[in-house]
């Protein structure tokens, strides 16, 4: 429906600048957020999320309307989220039972000024302005797909649309068909189970990259890929943490800034630390 697509009726901001903690896991951006009023809960900022998403038993908690019964997921309306100092009102939202956080922001609700992910830092800022033109370094162009933004990188002979997911914990996620087209070092073999809000368990395998992968002015040696059935390709929190991601809202441009220039190694590859 138009409605949970759209998210929120209205955006109000207290201050021109918005400050809050990520909380958590690095590879985990969780902000606190109060629902109508009462928390802090701590939500999920998912750029791989098109839709907010808040789980049973914090509607229950904070207060919330059903709209629509459906199945696993109800489609429920909430007077307002406070983000820091910044409010949506009169938000439509999923409403789920097995959420493994207390809910999720989408990426539907953030569209206008710099929204930026300091993972170094652990904060999270929303503010008026603009990113410089594309340079192809640290300045890229993304583009919108379904509300979600999707970034293109060169992988083998492919150039593939990857999905800032920041809800995944680990670095690179391919659809297991593009394997037999990719130089790989081995043969793929099991890899981590991942979790998805509407997929529940989704079982991975993995296989390291002859060469490296290069993504802008960033270079990641022999990068290991995590092969999934689905249809997306995703770059992971794992990978993000290392940057101050910064998405230009309006224009559709993203910046991923690091302070340290030299290439990054995965863990597992021979000659990066162990996690």
Known sequence: ?????????????????????????????????????????????????NVVTVKNSVIRAAGGHVLQKRGKTDVVAI???????????????????????????????????LLTLDYPAQQLTWAPGALPDPDGQQVFVYRLRDRMPYLPIRLGQDT????????????????????SRLPLVAAPTTGPAAWNQQLGTIHTQRAHLRTDLDIGSCRVRQPYLLFT???????????????????????????????????????GVRGASQD
């Open 1 to 49: 429906m138009a409605r949970i697509r759209r998210g929120t009726e209205q955006v109000s901001f207290g201050a021109a600048t918005v400050r809050v903690p990520l909380l958590g896991m690095p590879t985990l951006p969780l902000v606190p957020v109060l629902v109508n009023g009462k928390g802090p809960f701590q939500f999920l900022l998912d750029a791989g999320g």
């Open 79 to 113: 007077d307002s989220l406070r983000l820091g100092g910044v409010v949506f009102r009169n938000v439509t939202a999923g409403a789920q039972e097995e959420l493994d956080v207390d809910g999720v922001l989408g990426f539907n609700l953030f569209r206008e000024g």
């Open 160 to 179: 593939v649309w990857f999905n800032f997911d920041t809800g995944a914990s680990q670095w690179f996620y391919v659809p297991k068909a593009l394997a």
């Open 229 to 267: 059935e689905g249809t997306e390709a995703l770059l992971g929190s794992g990978f993000l943490q290392h940057f101050v991601l910064t998405f230009d809202l309006s224009r559709h441009r993203v910046r991923l800034a690091r302070s340290d220039a030299a290439p990054l190694l995965m863990p």
